[in-house]
Nanobody, 126 residues
Framework: VQLQASGGGLVQAGGSLRLSCSASGIIPSIDNMGWYRQAPGRQRELVAI???????NSTDSVKGRFTISGDVAKNTVHLQMNSLKAEDTAVYYCNAQDHFSVDYEGSVSAHTFDYWGQGTLVTVSS
């Protein structure tokens, strides 16, 4: 599976950007797609996620400003980012998750496999 993200760039504080991501290749049954970001010197964090049933969730710092949309069944996800702040500056990564179970001699265990895009840089100037 290859995830191709696009839409990053340089924008002034208060501006907007739209990120898009699509998956290609031999695609298993994807359960969630989402966006993570990593700012310099910080750990990668979840920004927003959309599930196969269309439900969404996002981190508190972007609620009311960022909107995730897409169609997990079609392996596409978008992130509309409005009212951008300098602290939103980061490399944004597209993510797709495949949840699956393994039955080994009657013992079932749950697993998650993560697919990652190459990252797209969002820079917000203050």
């Amino acid at each position: 599976v290859q995830l191709q993200a696009s839409g990053g760039g340089l924008v002034q504080a208060g501006g907007s950007l739209r990120l898009s991501c699509s998956a290609s290749g031999i695609i298993p049954s994807i359960d969630n797609m989402g966006w993570y970001r990593q700012a310099p010197g910080r750990q990668r964090e979840l920004v927003a996620i959309i599930s196969s049933d269309g439900s969404t969730n996002s981190t508190d710092s972007v609620k009311g400003r960022f909107t995730i949309s897409g169609d997990v069944a079609k392996n596409t996800v978008h992130l509309q980012m409005n009212s951008l702040k300098a602290e939103d500056t980061a490399v944004y990564y597209c993510n797709a998750q495949d949840h699956f179970s393994v039955d080994y001699e009657g013992s079932v265990s749950a697993h998650t496999f993560d697919y990652w895009g190459q990252g797209t840089l969002v820079t917000v100037s203050s």
